[in-house]
């Protein structure tokens, strides 16, 4: 079992930056992939970044890479998504989520996520 718990969502100006943190408790830490996704309003959960457990490869949606930075901390059992240059559409509730999974095309699917967190919300104003 793993629990989630994610921080560092805010207002913030377009343009300005913030940086999520996601805490997880659970031993087997290091065999889970964590990604971020998000849900902005009236609109479906969709995929941000991922990095994974067994090679810890690193992957973006296209619409933030270049902006968003993920990193882990596998002894402090943290993951982190850096978010720069945030636009008005970067405006989303964000989670964070652990799965088993570590390829590339599992990652995206949030139907492949094992583990939730309930979500911290970003807003950018223009």
């Known amino acids: 079992q793993v629990q989630l718990v994610e921080s560092g969502g805010g207002l913030v100006q377009a343009g300005g930056s913030l940086r999520l943190s996601c805490a997880a408790s659970g031993r087997t830490f290091t065999t889970y992939s964590l990604a971020w996704f998000r849900q902005a309003p009236g609109k479906e959960r969709d995929f941000v970044a991922a990095?994974?457990?067994?090679?810890?490869?690193?992957y973006y949606a296209d619409s933030v890479k270049g902006r968003f930075t993920i990193s882990r901390d596998n002894a402090k059992n943290t993951v982190n998504l850096q978010m720069n240059s945030l636009r008005p559409e970067d405006t989303a509730v964000y989670y964070c989520?652990?799965?088993?999974?570590?390829?590339?095309?599992?990652?995206?699917?949030?139907?492949?996520?094992?583990?939730w967190g309930k979500g911290t919300l970003v807003t950018v104003s223009s």
């Open positions: 989520s652990a799965t088993n999974y570590y390829s590339r095309y599992d990652l995206l699917k949030e139907v492949n996520m094992k583990y």
């Open positions: 990095v994974t457990w067994i090679d810890g490869n690193i």
